[in-house]
């Protein structure tokens, strides 16, 4: 049973004057474990197909499932508390809550779990030392280059113990020098914590790291392979 | 947690919100000193009305307020003054005759506000006894207790004999001739240079009343018995008599109150305009701000109820800022102005004295003035949360984080 099916998949926007067709019947599957890469040009679809495989917007078309759970069907409340188990999420750029310092950033979504101080504490300072920021746990994140933020990003992906990272063009801000640690750090966290991880990019660096790299173009799945 | 966060969001910018508490800041001190002021001096005005000259309550034949006639006195037995006197709330009653003579000393002649008082009847309803100046008080007897704004006019002092001339019951001329025996000095002006007391009896013999009177001055422990007690009196007159209560004796005070009252939360109430405007705005501005970090914590997994919780955090810390440290910088300027009144010189005082109001500018310390303006504070800030409340239902996290 795979971990995230997606059926049948289509998305078109109609809010622009020309309806634009962003995903046309996709059809993929995901495995635990996996160390994915969604690459494709710009426009090609990658963000959302990661929207929808997050459960942050709805397909026009198809089913989403997730651990058995058809995620299109669920009620918006109901979502919402799944995204908190059930996915971690890394975004491009301005993740993190700009008051809060990195372990309070990482223990925010536990305490959105309702789990006890102590434990999130424990736990958001483990994390931080996994990602390599166990002496910047009290910076804020203007405090943090864009490399250490999106670790602390990870960090905290990590700490609601999902089922998968989504992680949308993690890399696009950081020099090659950090997104290459970046994903070092996501490749240790893969293995460490067998998490699965699934991101975008459009950066050749770093579709070299993945295992299996699915292509899109114009809204479809051009290629699908896994990096020997 | 949520607390910090909010407490931390209030400060993300700290130049937005220093001036938005600022700004609520100086309209609560404003407000609550104009609110002391007025209360203070309304309080005062009543206080000073009432308890020196008029009474809270005055029973009364049903015609006498309009004609001011010797012919509309009344007869109250003891039995009635009894029953009066036991009605909850009331402290003192006082019977009085009042009428205005021709009073004259040596040469000077002048109009004269004559009252047969019982002097410690009188007393209780008045605290007649502190404005003596010179003489005996209690003693009032045969003599003539003198204002000393009067007594100074006709050049009169202890001792010194008074001619008092006036009408009397059923048209009968009334006169007598007093000795001097006491100098009261009144803080109103009006009264001071008007004033005549002597005793009750005296009084009655004077203007052929027998056991008339033109009224019964009525004090009462709480003002807002008023119209209660007003209704227990009623049970024991007769119908051509009548109770008035102090507004009803004199309604230009009333109206002036009410027009001032009308006026000022007028100008209070723009005041409190600009502040709710001050206050949306930055509401709004921290909402739409923070479109991107909504979006990424709903997709997150913070449900909009938390996220709205934490807003209301927010607006609360906000409101909170301005109006305790108004509060806390308003209650010991206003308890210090209670204390110390402030005397009234010039033109302004001599307006109020017209009134018939003691010319002093008195402040009110009551806890419900403070109360109030931060009731209204928090009441308008959380009217503006109306719009962050509006904006998350709306949010849609997909166009959130395009932005
Ligand atoms: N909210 C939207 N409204 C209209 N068109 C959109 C919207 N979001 C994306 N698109 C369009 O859908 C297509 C795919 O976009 P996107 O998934 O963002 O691609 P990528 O992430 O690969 O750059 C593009 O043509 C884009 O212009
Ligand atoms: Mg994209």
Known sequence: MALIELKDISKTYNTTAVPVNALKDINITFEKQEFTAIVGPSGSGKTTMLNILGGLDKPTNGTVIIDNNDITKMKPGNLVDFRLNKIGFVFQAYNLIPVLTALENVEFIMLLQKVSKKERREQAENLLQDVGLGDRMDNRPSQLSGGQQQRVAVARALASKPAFVLADEPTANLDSKSAESLLDMMEEMNKKHNMTFIFSTHDARVIKRARRVVTLEDGMVKEDKINK | ?403
């Not at chain 2, 607390?3 to 407000?31: D, E, Y």
């Not at chain 2, 009331?90 to 205005?100: D, F, G, K, L």
Request: positive net charge.
């Open chain 2, 1 to 403: 947690m949520y607390l910090k966060l909010a407490w931390k969001n209030v400060w993300r910018n700290k130049k937005r919100t220093l001036i938005v508490s600022a700004s609520v800041f100086f309209a609560v001190i404003l407000s609550c000193l104009q609110r002391s002021a007025q209360i203070g001096s309304f309080d005062y005005m009543v206080h000073s009305i009432t308890k020196i000259y008029l009474g809270v309550l005055q029973v009364q034949h049903k015609n006498y307020w309009e004609n001011r006639s010797l012919d509309d006195s009344i007869v109250l037995s003891d039995s009635q003054k009894d029953e009066i006197n036991k009605i909850k709330n009331i402290t003192s009653i006082t019977p009085r005759i009042e009428s205005v003579v021709l009073i004259s000393g040596d040469s000077l002649v002048r109009v004269a506000h004559i009252t047969g008082i019982d002097p410690h009847a009188e007393d209780k309803v008045s605290g007649t006894s502190k404005y003596l100046q010179k003489g005996e008080y209690f003693s009032l007897k045969d003599g003539a207790l003198i204002a000393s704004g009067l007594a100074e006019r006709l050049k009169l002092s202890i001792g010194d004999s008074l001619l008092i001339y006036g009408l009397g019951f059923h048209g009968q001329t009334a006169a007598a001739l007093l000795p001097v025996t006491g100098i009261l000095k009144f803080p109103i002006e009006k009264m001071n240079t008007s004033t005549v007391y002597i005793n009750i009896k005296k009084a009655a013999d004077i203007f052929g009343l027998e056991n008339r009177i033109t009224s019964l001055a009525v004090m009462i422990d709480d003002l807002n018995e008023l119209n209660r007690v007003s209704g227990d009196i009623h049970k024991f007159i007769s119908s051509d008599e009548t109770v008035l209560t102090w507004e009803e004796l004199l309604p230009e005070i009333k109206q002036t109150i009410q027009f001032k009252t009308s006026s000022n939360f007028i100008l209070i109430g723009i005041l409190y305009i600009v502040i709710a405007f001050g206050i949306f705005g930055v509401v709004m501005m921290m909402t739409l701000e923070r479109e991107t970090e909504y979006g990424i914590l709903n997709a997150l997994g913070m449900k909009k109820r938390r996220m709205f919780l934490v807003t209301f955090f927010e607006n609360v810390f906000l409101a909170s800022i301005g109006t305790l440290s108004g509060i806390i910088a308003a209650i010991p300027v206003t308890t210090y102005l209670a204390h110390h009144p402030i005397q009234l010189t010039g033109e302004i005082a001599k307006s109020w004295e017209q009134l018939g109001i003691e010319a002093v500018f008195s402040f009110s310390a009551d806890p419900s003035i403070f109360v109030n303006q931060a009731m209204i504070i928090f009441i308008i800030s959380f009217i503006c949360l109306i719009y962050p409340m509006l904006f998350l239902s709306r949010l849609k996290i997909v166009k959130a984080l395009k932005k």
